[in-house]
Structure formats: C-alpha cells, structure tokens
C-alpha cells in the first residue's frame, strides 16, 4: 500500500523558510518521479514541482520558481522541499503527489 506522509509545515512570516518533507513507502520510491502540488483555501489544486527518479531533473510552477528548491533522498525514501521568500500567497496545504496518491498534506501558513 502506497504511503505518504507530509510534515514540516507551520506558520512564518512573508520573507521566511520553509522545508518540508515527505515519506513514502509501499513502493520503489527510487524508480518514480515525484511531485509536489499545493491548494489554496477555495482554489484547486496547483502543481508546484517535479523531480525525476535520479533527483538530476526538476521542474517548477512560474509562481515558485527562483524560490523553491525540490529534492529528493531515494536512500532514505523522502521528498523535500525548500522553500524560501514565502509570500502569503504561498499558503496552502502541501502534498506530495505519487501516481495520483497523496498524503494528508501539512499546512503551510504565511502570515504577519
């Protein structure tokens, strides 16, 4: 059974940092590309970041480029992402995205 599990969330303050993580297992994790995606309250679902099985290849949405930095450990089945110059419009729930399963998501809050 596929498992993910977000943490790392919290409340900062615009201009702060942020890196959260995710565990998975029930699969190969290293053979997989993994995804973050995020959802706004009353908003879809955005995706927000790509990496590759290798960790050698990532991609990101226009709105975190520059800012967010996803990274992966296949030794320790975890994926991360940095993420620095938090703006309010960053609050979301997280989640890591494997094959259309995801977590239960972490909070993240950007607020003064």
């Known amino acids: 059974e596929v498992q993910l599990v977000e943490s790392g969330g919290g409340l900062v303050q615009p201009g702060g940092s942020l890196v959260l993580s995710c565990a998975a297992s029930?699969?190969?994790?290293?053979?997989?590309?993994m995804n973050w995606v995020r959802q706004a309250p009353g908003k879809r679902l955005e995706w927000v970041s790509t990496?590759?099985?290798?960790?050698?290849?990532?991609d990101y949405a226009d709105s975190v480029k520059g800012r967010f930095t996803i990274s992966r450990d296949n030794a320790k089945n975890t994926l991360y992402l940095q993420m620095n110059s938090l703006m309010p419009e960053d609050t979301a729930v997280y989640y890591c995205?494997?094959?259309?399963?995801r977590g239960q998501g972490t909070q993240v809050t950007v607020s003064t």
């Open positions: 995205l494997h094959r259309g399963t």
């Open positions: 990496i590759n099985p290798g960790g050698s290849t990532t």
């Open positions: 029930g699969f190969t994790f290293s053979s997989y590309v």
